[in-house]
Antibody, heavy 126, light 109 residues
Framework: QVQLVQSGAEVKKPGASVKVSCKAS????????VTWVRQAPGQGLEWMGW????????DKAQKFQGRVTMTTDTSTNTAYMELTSLRSDDTAVYYC???????????????????WGQGTLVTVSS | SYELTQPPSVSVSPGQTARITCSGD??????GFWYQQKPGQAPVLVIY???ERPSGIPERFSGSSSGTTVTLTISGVQAEDAADYYC????????????FGGGTKLTVL
């Protein structure tokens, strides 16, 4: 069965960086992209970006441009998300998810997320 | 980028039908997807491509689309359906950025 297992909770000081891992199993890792979504306490879901596990192409939400790096390691079927210059409002649960897509000439690409990791709580506090 | 608008909350009694709407201009051309999230858990995909149901999702969950609105319908609501529900789509005018609605808290009375 498809599983995405994320690394454990982290506590960081403002200005530091955090790197979250997401180990995939139960499917061919390079056949799907991986997306990252975060959720601040009591808030909704916020998309951060995605990375192709096949060719490392990425796309990131404008809000995170310059601060987030997404990578993959196909030898271990693991995706990584690193967020730098952490602030208190980066405190959130960070999720990875397997991303599927549809394409049509009229609508272009459409993305969805069919399997999710369990989430990693990142707390930023001085 | 565009927004997806959901009602903050919906309440129904067990056995009744719950309808959660999601509105946004791009939904006229883009598919809507729905996720269920229970407290302390990761989201789960319950509807894709407006109205398709993934395997393992109960038949009481259904979806529909009309114009710029997609609707998640839960027929015969059960206590276990209490959760937050998020719609999601893709903004093809903004280099395919992903957009989530603000979420709707479903309360089963």
């Amino acid at each position: 069965q498809v599983q995405l297992v994320q690394s454990g909770a982290e506590v960081k000081k403002p200005g530091a960086s955090v790197k979250v891992s997401c180990k995939a199993s139960g499917y061919t890792f390079t056949n799907y992209d991986v997306t990252w979504v975060r959720q601040a306490p009591g808030q909704g879901l916020e998309w951060m970006g995605w990375i192709s596990a096949n060719n490392d192409n990425t796309d990131k939400a404008q809000k995170f441009q310059g601060r987030v790096t997404m990578t993959t390691d196909t030898s271990t079927n693991t995706a990584y998300m690193e967020l730098t210059s952490l602030r208190s409002d980066d405190t959130a649960v960070y999720y990875c998810a397997r991303m599927g897509s549809y394409y049509s000439d009229s609508s272009g690409f459409q993305y969805y997320f069919d399997y999710w990791g369990q989430g990693t709580l990142v707390t930023v506090s001085s | 980028s565009y927004e997806l608008t959901q009602p903050p909350s919906v309440s129904v009694s067990p056995g009744q039908t719950a309808r959660i709407t999601c509105s946004g201009d791009a939904l006229a051309k883009q598919y809507g997807f729905w996720y269920q999230q229970k407290p302390g858990q990761a989201p789960v995909l319950v509807i894709y491509k407006d109205s398709e149901r993934p395997s393992g999702i109960p038949e009481r969950f259904s979806g529909s689309s009309s114009g710029t609105t997609v609707t998640l319908t839960i027929s015969g609501v059960q206590a276990e359906d209490a959760a937050d529900y998020y719609c999601q789509s893709t903004d093809s005018t903004d280099y395919y950025s992903v957009v989530f609605g603000g979420g709707t808290k479903l309360t089963v009375l």
